[in-house]
């Protein structure tokens, strides 16, 4: 099944030619009959002498419903563009031109209609020369000419063979199993409830599938599905289809809106696009300009940033970042249009890049410019992998999410990515670039490195300090330790492997005082203020601590290693001689007070090798 556009002016026949094609009018509108005049878009069909299916977008060809017309344009396969043979190329098929070339739609027929008014050979020759010239430089330069009058018949049956053999040329539309609808009509249908209607593009829709609409993320089923007129199970990408949406309710549903699977899509009200200002453009687009925007059928104002310029000149390519009024569900390679607001006026147009940058990047910064054109015109490999690190860390459905591709290409450039070790994967099953893990570890490095300068004392930093420097999560602290053979960690403390307390002379010969001082008072060890004063630095002190040469069992109470061993062996012969040891047996036991005696075994409580019960102590569930 394929769906084309039909493209024009105003006068030029489209709706008379779609009618004489499929024996469907078009126009649907009262006021579109009485005024003659295609004012919304239009849907028709017809069957090619094959068997193929073809769906026909009618857009309008008046200058005041240039917007209707964007709306219908997106996801055609090809367009018939109908030029009436007595006016030749007017204003308005130059500006439908100008579109079909900024959305990419390279395949197409030039119909010269209305064959029948005109009487001289020579003036249809000098009419199609006239369109040659026009669309030289255009998608649609080479494109056949086919004389038709769609009032007599004569060459439909011609326009039928050329579209045939054109349509038979194009690859099947991808299956990337992320189907989208952007929709272009809403109505309901009595018993039915609402019914929407797109170009679906991506992938399948299924009755019964669950759906969600973006940007308003309402979640539906689908109820039926219509593919021109007759009922289907399956809508395959590429075809016109009509959805009847269970849960949803009419009211809620604007055209603009895109239908897919939950989860799949996300709305975006930033996006980094690569923008052509057109040749004929009446004026520059310069920074901060308001603009609106047109992307599938959906419609908003935004602001432009220029990224890489100061103005963007007629017939200049630059870097946009479009900040846009009401959120917009798009993807990647998404095709999109600008028009000045006031007056009315068409200037431009070109690809998404990156509809989720996640930020504004300030402007003229070439790191930033080289990353977009990756995406732009790098090889699906790399533009995975700056997906990734534009998200990171992050799991495969979000990455998925981002970018289109089917589920075999997506796990094939995966693997591909893993296996040069261009990407890492985390044990929480997230991925990440090896750029950013090689980034994080060099930064880790830097900052133990730098703690151990300001504080060469210290055995090293606490994870939960290092993190917060960092920014890091804890997976991906926890990853880079374990992977880094120069990170040594000893519990909740990191260091660097080549990191050592090491004293001067001057402070061992203090550190030999106050350990001689805390063996003549082994077991009723002086206040902490007092040793301090003896080794003359709280840094020292500390660091005692953490070699283990002193214990701190209370704020104000450190005994020497060898005494504190010596106690808790004390502690757990007595519960093994009697069943359990109180404080009164401790004091008794080893000639100190009732305070230090307390004091240790708080301190073993709080380790779990003593378990209190009343006033007495039995063995915890640790080990000393």
């Known amino acids: 099944m394929r769906v084309i556009g039909t493209a024009g002016h105003v006068d030029h026949g489209k709706s008379t ?11 649907r509108l009262e006021e579109e009959k009485a005024r003659e005049m295609t004012i919304d878009l239009g849907f028709a069909w017809f069957d090619l002498p094959s068997g193929e299916s073809v769906g026909i977008v009618d857009v309008p060809g008046h200058r005041d419903f240039i917007e209707n017309m964007l709306a219908g344009v997106g996801g055609i396969d090809a367009v018939l563009l109908v030029i009436a043979a007595d006016e030749g190329v007017m204003p308005q098929t130059r500006e439908h031109l100008a579109i079909l070339d900024l959305l990419g739609v390279e395949n197409g027929l030039i119909i010269l209609s209305k064959i029948d008014l005109v009487d001289d050979p020579e003036w249809l020759d000098l009419v199609e020369q006239e369109i040659r010239d026009v669309v030289e430089n255009t998608a649609l330069a080479g494109a056949d000419i086919v004389r038709i009058s769609a009032y007599t018949g004569d060459g439909i049956a011609d326009l039928v063979e050329h579209l045939e053999y054109l349509l038979d040329s194009l690859p099947p539309r991808p299956d990337y199993q992320m189907p989208r609808l952007p ?7 009595s018993g039915f409830g609402t019914v929407v209607t797109g170009t679906l593009t991506g992938g399948k829709l299924r009755v019964g599938d669950d759906i969600e609409i973006q940007p308003s993320a309402q979640r539906g089923r689908i109820r039926g599905l219509q593919s021109h007129k007759n009922k289907v199970d399956v809508a395959w990408p590429g075809s016109r289809v009509a959805v009847n949406v269970s ?52 419609e908003t104002t935004g602001i432009v940033r220029l990224l890489a310029a100061d103005t963007i000149l007629p017939g200049e390519e630059s870097w946009l970042q ?11 390679g998404d095709r999109y249009i600008l028009r000045f607001p006031s007056p009315g006026e068409t200037i431009g147009g070109g690809i998404v890049v990156n509809p989720h940058p996640g930020r ?23 533009r995975l992998l700056d997906v990734i690190r534009e998200i990171e860390p992050a ?3 979000t990455i998925a999410a981002r970018i289109e591709l089917s589920d075999e290409e997506f796990d094939s450039l995966m693997e591909e990515l893993l ?8 044990p929480d099953g997230t991925y990440l670039s090896r750029a950013t893990w090689q980034h994080n570890t060099a930064q880790m490095i830097a900052v133990l490195n730098a703690y151990h300068e300001t504080y060469p004392l210290r055995g090293g930093m606490s994870r939960a300090e290092l993190r917060s420097r960092l920014r890091l999560q804890n997976t991906m602290l926890n990853f880079i330790v374990e992977q880094h053979d120069d990170i040594i960690a000893n519990g909740n403390t990191l260091r660097l492997k080549h990191h050592t307390i090491r004293f001067t002379d001057a402070q061992q010969t203090r550190i030999e005082n106050m350990l001689s001082h805390l063996a003549e008072h082994a077991y009723a060890p002086p206040p902490v203020n007092d040793l301090l004063e003896i080794v003359g630095s709280e840094d020292v002190f500390h660091a005692l601590v953490e070699l283990g040469e002193i214990v701190q069992v209370q704020p104000d ?5 060898q005494h504190y061993d010596a106690m808790v062996d004390g502690v757990l012969q007595l519960i093994d001689a009697h069943g359990a040891v109180t404080a009164a047996m401790l004091r008794d036991h080893f000639q100190t007070t009732r305070k230090y005696a307390i004091a240790l075994l708080e301190h073993l409580d709080n380790l779990g090798i003593t378990r209190r019960q009343g006033d007495e102590r039995v063995r915890g569930t640790r080990q000393p």
Not at 17 to 27: C, E, F, G, K, M
């Open 247 to 298: 849960g949803i309710d009419k009211h809620d549903v604007l055209r603009g809106m895109v239908l897919g699977h939950p989860g799949k899509l996300a709305p975006t009200i930033l996006a980094d696009v690569y923008y052509r200002h057109l040749d004929d453009a009446s004026r520059p687009l310069k920074h901060n300009a308001e603009i609106k925007f047109f992307s599938g059928a959906a």
């Open 419 to 426: 296996s040069n070790q261009q990407i890492i994967a985390l």
């Open 395 to 397: 799991d495969v459905s």
């Open 360 to 382: 504004r990047w300030k402007r003229h910064q070439p790191d930033v410019i080289q990353r977009l054109e990756t995406r732009l015109i790098g090889s699906p490999s790399q």
């Open 17 to 27: 030619l779609v009618q004489r094609l499929t024996n469907i009018d078009p126009d």
């Open 557 to 561: 109470i450190v005994f020497a290693r």
């Open 322 to 332: 479009i900040r846009l009024k009401n959120p917009v569900a798009l993807l990647e």
């Open 183 to 189: 929709i272009d009509r809403v109505f309901t249908i």
